[in-house]
């Protein structure tokens, strides 16, 4: 997972002229994968999002999973 920020380009919005994604990738054991993105902002429910995605791969609702990021705070 990692998070970045888009700049807009039309200013008229009340953001300070940017938005931030947050976009990641989900590999299984077997080499199959999905990504994912959301703007975080927009996204109120960013949680139930990722656990959707891994739910779709398999994933049990007590299965350990590891998540790699750059440990920036937002991410979390």
Same mark, same amino acid.
């Given at each position: 997972?990692?998070? %970045?920020? *888009?700049? !807009?380009? $039309?200013?008229? @919005?009340?953001? @300070? %002229?940017?938005?931030q994604v947050i976009a990641g990738k989900s590999i299984k054991a077997d080499g199959t &994968?999905?990504?994912? %993105?959301? #703007? !975080?902002?927009? $996204?109120?429910? +960013?949680?139930?999002?990722?656990?959707? *995605? !891994?739910? +779709?791969?398999?994933?049990?609702?007590?299965?350990? #999973?590891?998540? !790699? &990021? $750059?440990?920036? &705070? &937002?991410?979390?």
């Amino acid at each position: 997972m990692d998070g %970045g920020y *888009v700049r !807009l380009i $039309d200013k008229k @919005s009340s953001n @300070s %002229g940017y938005f931030q994604v947050i976009a990641g990738k989900s590999i299984k054991a077997d080499g199959t &994968s999905k990504c994912f %993105g959301m #703007v !975080l902002s927009y $996204d109120t429910k +960013s949680r139930r999002r990722i656990f959707e *995605v !891994l739910k +779709s791969q398999g994933m049990l609702r007590n299965q350990q #999973v590891t998540f !790699l &990021s $750059d440990r920036e &705070s &937002s991410i979390r």
